[in-house]
């Protein structure tokens, strides 16, 4: 395999422009060999904004191009899973967007399939790249705040337009849920980083505001830690509001025995022992650009035939957590063990 490695990518949508926007500033170790997407217009104008080799109407011209080494996942979720296998099988390197697949079972396949192939499998989750979360862990790691018993994470976003003009997500199936799939896979991802992994999950859903979207737009869940902590997560498709919010995925507000963290866009506040009563230590957090250190390392797990972080193994248990909401939402929120 030569230094640069030849590229694909499946889908042109939001989320395959900024893989593409991606890989082009990574041309040292990228060559852009061709996108694919049904609508061929949609491929050409991506194509040449980033200067991909040549683009396509059906993906299975870039599995079975030679010059290809590694692929994007772009697609709709669930398409992830099929296409994630076909990729795997024709001996490409797959990295899928985020959430992996809308079941466990077709994780399974996606991950099975990458093992019997012998190519990497890696989620395109960007909460662990985020600067953020990064010097979130640094904090919590070295117990600024003491022993963490409550984090809360709000995600606030009005996207109405955004899901009318994606048909898929308004069909329960097809989005396998709603923004507790969507949009908490991330949050859930991002606390399994920071805090611990989930033994039980409390999900509940309120009156949807979107009336023609079939699964959940405002959802909560509440998650009980193995090491004894408990998280309350948030989610909505339909929340105006112009509150300074956290990064996405990113926790707002974590307790600790010592003291409070709360996280903003690109500062992150300390009140505790170590900062005196009524004051608190205020940390700057240049934003950094997760899109590209998510695809800087797939490239370099793939060069150096090492585990990505967010491997599929890894990304399956937090889809486990995700599932097991829903689980606990066909139930009345009851709590429902993990099963990862």
């Known amino acids: 395999m030569s230094d640069r490695l030849g590229v694909g990518l499946i889908g042109c949508g939001w989320a395959g422009w900024q893989h593409a926007r991606a890989y082009a500033s990574l041309r ?31 993906y299975r011209e870039i599995l079975s191009d030679p010059r290809v080494d590694i692929v994007s996942i772009c ?34 396949e996606m991950i099975r399939a990458a093992r019997n ?4 499998l890696m989620i395109a989750e960007t909460v662990r790249f985020n600067s953020v979360n990064l010097k979130l862990k640094e904090l919590l790691e070295d117990e600024k705040i003491g022993e963490v018993f409550l984090v809360r994470i709000f995600r606030d976003h009005e996207m109405h337009d955004y899901i009318r003009a994606r048909p898929w997500m308004l069909d329960k199936r097809k989005a396998a849920g709603g923004i507790w799939m969507s949009g908490g896979i991330h949050d859930v991802d991002a606390l399994r980083m920071l805090i611990g992994e989930i033994e ?35 989610e909505s498709f339909s929340t105006k509001t112009f ?45 950094n650009d997760a899109f590209i250190e998510e695809i800087k390392h797939f490239i370099n797990c793939v060069q150096n035939d090492e585990e990505p972080i967010t491997s599929g193994e890894e990304e399956r248990r937090s889809l486990a957590v995700v599932c097991a909401g ?13 099963k990862y």
């Open 117 to 120: 192939s012998g190519v990497k």
């Open 28 to 58: 040292y170790q990228a060559d852009l060999v061709a996108v694919a997407d049904v609508d061929e217009e949609k491929a050409r104008s991506l194509a040449r904004e980033w200067g991909f080799s040549s683009w396509h109407k059906d």
């Open 243 to 287: 509150r300074r919010m956290s990064p996405i995925g990113c926790p707002s507000v974590i307790n600790g025995s010592l003291g409070t963290i709360t996280a903003f866009q690109e500062e992150i506040e300390i009140y505790g022992a170590e900062t005196g009563k009524d004051s608190c230590q205020r940390i700057k957090v240049p934003r």
């Open 326 to 338: 829903y689980e606990s939402l066909e139930k009345g929120g009851i709590p429902v063990r993990v």
């Open 200 to 234: 039980t999950v409390s999900l509940f859903q309120a009156k949807s505001v979107l009336p023609e979207m079939e699964g959940d737009d405002t959802s909560a869940g509440i998650l009980k830690f193995v090491n004894g902590a408990i998280g309350v997560v948030t």
């Open 75 to 108: 697609l709709p979720i669930y398409l992830h899973a099929d296409v994630s296998v076909e990729a795997a099988e024709a001996g490409k390197h797959v990295l899928c967007e985020k959430p992996m697949a809308g079941t466990l079972k077709e994780a399974d």
